[in-house]
């Protein structure tokens, strides 16, 4: 499903085949937790980004329509009107996230619904069928993302459970595939490193999962309160071990600087909240930086966000309608703004593919990777 087209610098140009499509890597996967982008777009907006695939949330979509409701509306592709590849992730990252409302064993997680309250029991093989129920083309298993700091032995033995449970994930969506009635019966698995920062774990924990052959690995459990240096350094030391074949896939990061040096560390495939998060709030991303259009001197600015972007809304607006918009509390604010910034990360990644293939990675990077941090 995976083919490595070149190397470049550290950097990786690849080709995920998936039953709704090929995505070329690097990729930016778009955060639809909810099976929508926040900020009012729809697939339509996606696709005229430059999206290739979309992410959703197993945790989610179970509470609230429920995922026995969207496969008996077709699956979560009909459900969404998206047709391109989709990656579910496996709730995991809600046993990090909602640490105050669920309750962990080795048979899985229980949680108290930030819904309604009702107790929601999510164990390996139900995150599973959950996924398998939506219909997306990778699934990911079931992991206990940790903390940072956390503490050794506890991790330790997280680490291990988490590779049980892995197990159990596998053999859970092996079955529906061959069951004959599955939504997506090509639907694939990607397993979870996790380990914390310490590297003795990361490194011991992705040798054993490797061991699986699985179709794809994640590196878990980072952007939860590391420095940028210790994310640097467990990508190095993790990715030394990720079999060359198959996709890497950090998650949950992160910034475009983030985005660049880890894919000069080898990594293929993202996701993170960041581009429609931050549009929300008025945050922008451009070519010299991040823009904050709250700020007072883009009052009278006619100028569009970045002259060099050519996304809709900077071929149409100014600086100073989307600040009017931002302060005058329209809706309007929040789709021109995440539009903007789904752009360019899409964008970001097909430069960056275009760098790779062109053998000018290291250039682009030595061009681009602190300017994409500065404030504007």
């Not at 290739?52 to 979560?76: F, K, S, V, W």
């Not at 003795?200 to 240096?229: C, F, K, N, Q």
């Amino acid at each position: 499903m995976f083919k490595l087209l070149k190397t470049d610098s550290g950097a990786r140009r690849g080709e995920l085949s998936t039953p709704h499509g090929a995505v070329q890597t690097p990729a930016f996967m778009n955060v639809a937790t909810q099976g929508a982008i926040k900020g009012g777009l729809d697939a339509a907006d996606l696709r005229a980004a430059g999206c290739q695939i979309a992410l959703a949330n197993t945790y989610h979509l179970h509470l609230r329509p429920g995922d026995e409701l969207i496969r008996g509306l077709g699956g979560l592709h009909r459900f969404m009107a998206w047709e391109l590849p989709i990656l579910t992730d496996s709730g995991g990252f809600q046993i990090f996230s909602l640490s105050g409302l669920r309750k962990l064993t080795e048979e899985g997680a229980l949680f108290a619904s930030h819904v309604d309250g009702r107790r929601v029991f999510m164990s390996p093989e139900d995150s599973v069928r959950i996924q398998s129920n939506l219909g997306g083309d990778i699934a990911m298993a079931l992991d206990e993302c940790v903390g940072i700091p956390a503490e050794y032995t506890y991790m330790k033995d997280s680490c291990d459970r988490t590779y049980r449970w892995l197990s159990r994930c596998r053999d859970e969506l092996s079955r529906l595939n061959g069951s004959g009635n599955a939504v997506n019966p090509g639907q694939a698995l990607f397993g979870i490193n996790q380990g914390a920062t310490f590297l003795d774990l990361r490194v011991g924990h992705m040798r054993r999962i490797a061991e699986l052959e699985l179709p794809g690995y994640a590196i878990g459990g980072l952007a939860v309160g590391e420095t940028h240096e210790e994310m640097y350094g467990i990508i190095e030391a993790v990715t030394e071990h990720m079999p060359s074949g198959r996709p890497r896939y950090l998650m949950g990061v992160g910034t475009p600087r983030n985005i660049l040096e880890s894919v000069a560390r080898g990594i293929d495939m993202f996701d993170c909240v960041m581009p429609a998060r931050n549009g929300r709030h008025g945050h922008l991303f451009t070519w010299g930086g991040v823009m904050n259009l709250n700020n007072e001197k883009y009052a009278s600015d006619p100028a569009p966000v970045d002259d060099s972007c050519a996304c809709a809304v900077c071929r149409t607006y100014s600086r100073a309608y989307l600040r009017h918009l931002f302060k005058a509390g329209e809706a309007l604010a929040l789709r021109l703004a995440v539009t903007h910034n789904l752009w360019f990360y899409n964008e970001l990644m097909s430069r960056l593919r275009a760098a790779i293939d062109a053998g000018e990675f290291a250039a682009f990077r030595r061009e681009h990777s602190e300017r994409l941090s500065l404030r504007v």
